[in-house]
């Protein structure tokens, strides 16, 4: 007896410390080890194991087992008690297939010694029959107590390391035989106060395992020091509660698992990612209710799992990558066999009840402008009966509360299998468009004041159609402003689009009506004739250079049913003129009829608005939408203008201020297969011109005499202007074109005045800007009588004209007229004093010499007898006689030269010529001594032996 109380124990622990020594190469220390022969109680106290570098592998203060041997004879061990006390494990990980027990378990290989050949063990030995163990182990009950694990990593970057403890455990009425089952109770505490319990059953025979599990407050940080290194995200708070019931029985040919009541809740949870100022998830609670799993079936179903109250934070970058793209990139990569599995495990069949997402707060931020776009959106949604099966129909609703104003809602169904299908009612009320401001600031310098947007719709995708709408959208209260002027730029009240139908399979937009109300836009031309708009807009990046592929693609199919305009207004200031012009167009209604790109049918426009104070605009026509340059006939009039309100531009134009008077304009502009040819009218009523204004840019065109001849006798103005032009051709301007015809024109009247004159009587009239006057005359004869009256039929239509009628004379050719009408004067007169008897000639002749001896020209006569003289043929035997006609001849020609004709004499002659002119237009053609205006006596240079008076037109 004392060797089982004294030796067996002695020997126990030289043999435990031996073994450990020499297999393991471990150090061993015991304090105590009991035996009690008679009760088979064992003691052990005091145990500590550790490596020869004194790292400790497991330490106890107590281990007691008692052993009932009375059992043996039916053939069982009955063990009724084990109790373990304040256990310590140590267990260190020190790479990735090295941890300590491979590291024990490769030192027991390498210490073990040379086995010799013995039999082979039969299974009769060890077996009865009936494949039966020998004996039954029977444990009544298994304590385990105030237990630690204390592990350490250093496969991580960063070594991790934790203590689990206190650990106790708990083993009832165990025992290997048949149908035998066992009860358990684990709890253990973790890291920061968590606590895991486990409690319930199992059997060996056959192999079941079943009861309830719960982990309390465990938190995150745990598992997240562990994965530190490979996780993109920093984790600084989380904590999870879990609970479930399982069951698994592995005594089948298949294992059969059961996990059931499960219930999870996240909360608390706070994650950042490096870079961010703000958490990337906070807050908020996941929970999952009565989650099912089974397996083999492979089926998972929960009650519901619902999000509530958390906060996320989606941002992309410069480069328009999103940081959640960036995380689930940056998260370590699977590298699981890729090989099929050869198992027949069917597909996970998942259902869930209801999903929830309740008062989700998302904040979304876009650096990628040059201005940051951001905005909180606040959901709440629900998704119900969630499932992967076939035709599964599955109910959800979601509503979104925008940080900036507004609300998006909708409701519907949603299958995903066998294919995707989606049916639903989404509602916009009022969302306001001001995040849209950081994009539009990318393209011009404008500022989205304010603006919302509304909209019904029925969505439905579905394998016959990808996306299909029907619905109503509207836009309310939208305004935009220019930076650069701080002042309005663009606004409407309303915009209404109705009946929206589009398909996607059929390409197809049709639209029933478009109704605008109360449409604003601003138009302004600064001081270099650069319009705001253009100043507005920035420059953008030039286009790649790499060849776009052919796009084959079918068009879509678009149609308008109407479009309504009420109460449009514009204001136009132009800013590069002298004087500033500016001026309203507003009260513009009208509409637009439909079409369609089906069709062929032109649009018609009607439009009808206020311009000025008292002016009307009308817009009526037709254009192809879609080829407006092929086919468009537009009539625009301008009723009743203010004519100084238009002075800006006459004075850039002309140099002049308008004064008074209005004007109706009419365009019609038709344009076909790309030429343009247009018709302006324009009926100018009472028009006085101003004072003059110097303008760099003003055209020399005598303004005044080119409204006196356009001004009919009621003093209206009708002019037509047309216009032609290729419009395709990038060069051509219709503003320039149009100019450009009016300064033709006018240049056209005024520098042919008399042309126009002659148009105004009959097409057919040459004009009458002269008439001709044989030398040294100044009668009228018939022609010329016929060209006045010509002349002053067109003056008459124009009473604002005045003819100027010069006194012209040919110096030269006049003053020979008049000396040879002087000299026949003198022989008039020296004749009546001769007598009458003689014959003619000799009466001349007297005169002449007479004449000729007063004046004492020389030759004398005897010498110019001589000439005449030497100039006939005479017989040999005559004396030569006088040639009585060359001789008067000469004498005349001689007084002719020598007759005086003084200025005075000219300018007489000019002024007969002169008031000749004026007595006939007077007397014959009845215009007014106003119209009439004589000019100063002028010297012209005589055009084939006549003098011409040349007329000039001028106005009053």
């Known amino acids: 007896m004392l060797a089982g109380f004294y030796f067996l124990p002695w020997l126990a622990e030289r043999q435990l410390k031996s073994t450990l020594d020499q297999r393991l190469q471990l150090q061993t220390q015991v304090q105590d080890i009991q035996f009690n022969p008679f009760t088979f109680e064992l003691n052990i106290a005091g145990l500590a194991i550790q490596t020869r570098e004194n790292q400790p592998i497991l330490a106890w203060d107590s281990v007691y087992v008692n052993v009932d041997p009375s059992q043996l004879i039916k053939g069982d061990i009955s ?69 630690e694990i204390h592990y350490l990593d250093k496969v991580p970057a960063e070594p991790f390391k934790t203590v689990i403890s206190p650990i106790n455990f708990q083993l009832n009425q165990f025992s290997t035989q048949a149908d035998e089952t066992a009860k358990t109770t684990l709890n253990m505490e973790l890291e920061d106060k968590a606590n895991l319990s486990v409690a319930g059953t199992f059997s060996l025979s056959p192999l079941t395992v079943a009861g309830q599990l719960k982990l309390n407050q465990f938190n995150l940080q745990t598992p997240y020091r562990y994965f530190k290194a490979q996780l993109p995200v920093e984790l600084k708070q989380g904590v999870v509660n879990i609970s479930l019931d399982y069951d698994v029985d592995m005594s089948g040919q298949q294992p059969s698992v059961d996990i059931n009541k499960t219930a999870i809740q996240l909360f608390d949870l706070n994650v950042a990612q490096p870079g961010l100022d703000k958490a990337l998830i906070a807050d908020g609670q996941l929970q999952l209710e009565k989650g099912r799993y089974r397996y083999p079936d492979n089926q998972l179903s929960i009650d519901k799992v619902s999000v509530n109250e958390a906060k996320l934070v989606t941002i992309m970058n410069e480069q328009g990558v999103i940081n959640w793209q960036q995380l689930l990139d940056a998260l370590p990569k699977s590298e699981a066999d890729d090989a099929q599995e050869t198992n027949d495990t069917p597909a996970i069949q998942l259902a869930i009840s209801e999903v929830g997402l309740n008062n989700i707060d998302l904040f979304i931020e876009d650096k990628q402008p040059q201005l940051p776009s951001n905005m909180t959106l606040n959901l709440t949604a629900s998704l119900n009966n969630l499932s992967l099966a076939d035709k599964q129909i599955m109910p959800f609703n979601a509503n979104i509360k925008v940080s900036s104003g507004g609300t998006l809602s909708t409701t519907g169904e949603l299958q995903l299998f066998p294919e995707l299908a989606v049916t639903a009612a989404s509602k916009i009320d009022q969302l306001s468009l001001t995040p849209l401001q950081p994009y539009i600031n990318e393209y011009a310098m404008v500022t989205l004041e304010n603006g919302q947007l509304s909209a019904n719709a029925s969505l439905k995708s579905n394998a016959d159609d990808a996306f299909l709408v029907n619905g109503d959208l509207a836009l309310s209260s939208l305004q935009i402003d220019n930076q650069n002027l701080k002042e309005k730029l663009f606004s409407l009240d309303a915009l209404s689009i109705n009946t929206i139908d589009f398909s996607l399979k059929n390409k197809e937009l049709a639209i029933s009506d478009i109704e605008v109300n109360q449409l604003y ?77 089906e069709s062929d049918q032109a649009v018609e426009l009607n439009l009808e608005g206020q311009v000025q104070e008292f002016g009307m605009v009308e817009i009526e026509g037709s254009l192809a939408p879609f080829n407006i340059t092929e086919e468009s006939n537009v ?23 308008i004064a008074d008077g209005r004007a109706d304009v009419k365009l019609n502009y038709e344009i076909q297969n790309g030429n343009l040819n247009a018709s302006n009218s324009l009926v100018i009523r009472d028009i006085k011109l101003g004072e003059r204004v110097e303008s760099p840019e003003a055209v020399d065109l005598p303004l005044d005499l080119a409204v006196a001849l356009l001004k009919n006798s009621e003093g209206v103005i009708d002019l037509s202007i047309p216009v032609t032009g290729d419009v395709n051709n990038p060069q051509f301007e219709m503003g320039p074109a149009i100019r450009n015809a009016i300064f033709n024109a006018i240049r056209n009247i005024v520098t042919s005045p008399f042309r126009f004159l002659a148009n105004l009587i009959g097409g057919d009239e040459q004009p009458v800007d002269n008439i001709q006057f044989k030398a040294g005359r100044a009668d009228l004869t018939p022609p010329q009588k016929e060209a006045l009256l010509k002349l002053s039929e067109a003056l008459v239509q124009r009473p604002q004209l005045i003819l100027d009628i010069p006194a012209p004379y040919a110096e030269k050719l ?8 002087a000299v026949e004067q003198d022989i008039k007169a020296g004749l009546e004093q001769t007598d009458t008897d003689q014959q003619l000639l000799v009466r001349r002749q007297t005169v002449l010499e007479r004449l000729y001896t007063e004046q004492a020209l020389s030759p004398d006569l005897t010498a110019v007898k001589l000439e005449v003289m030497a100039d006939n043929t005479a017989a040999d035997d005559e004396e030569p006689s006088v040639d009585l006609l060359a001789y008067n ?7 002719v030269a020598n007759k005086v004709i003084s200025e005075a004499d000219l ?4 002024k007969a010529r002169q008031q000749a002119v004026m007595l006939y237009l007077q007397e014959q053609a009845k215009l007014s001594e106003a ?11 005589a055009e084939q032996d006549v003098v011409i008076m040349k007329f000039d037109i001028r106005a009053q």
């Open 635 to 657: 009539a625009m009039s301008f009723s009743n203008l203010d004519l100084p309100a238009m002075s800006p531009y006459t004075i850039k134009f002309a140099g002049r201020k």
């Open 79 to 147: 063990i009724p008690t084990v109790d373990i006390n304040a256990a310590d494990l140590h267990f260190q990980r020190y790479s990735e297939a090295e941890n300590t027990l491979t590291r024990l378990a490769n030192t027991w290989q390498e210490t073990a010694p040379e086995k010799e050949e013995s039999e082979p063990v039969t299974a009769d030995s060890t077996t009865s029959d009936a494949d039966e163990p020998l004996f039954h182990v029977v444990l009544n009950t298994l304590s385990f107590e105030g237990g």
């Open 889 to 895: 001849s000469k004498l005349k020609s001689r007084l």
């Open 907 to 910: 300018n007489n002659l000019a």
């Open 931 to 941: 119209q009439l205006h004589a000019g100063m006596v002028k010297q012209e240079q």
């Open 521 to 597: 836009s601003r138009i302004f031309i600064n001081k270099d004739g650069v319009t705001n708009l253009r100043q507005l807009l920035k420059e953008q990046p030039s286009a790649s250079t790499a060849t776009a592929t052919e796009n084959n693609a079918e068009p879509y199919k678009v149609s308008i049913g109407e479009v309504i305009i009420n109460k449009a207004s514009s204001r136009f200031t132009d800013e590069s003129l002298p004087i500033v012009f500016d001026t309203e167009m507003r009260s513009l209604d009208g509409q637009i009829s439909g079409f369609s790109t």
């Open 814 to 821: 006049d003053r020979q007229q008049l000396q040879l009408k």
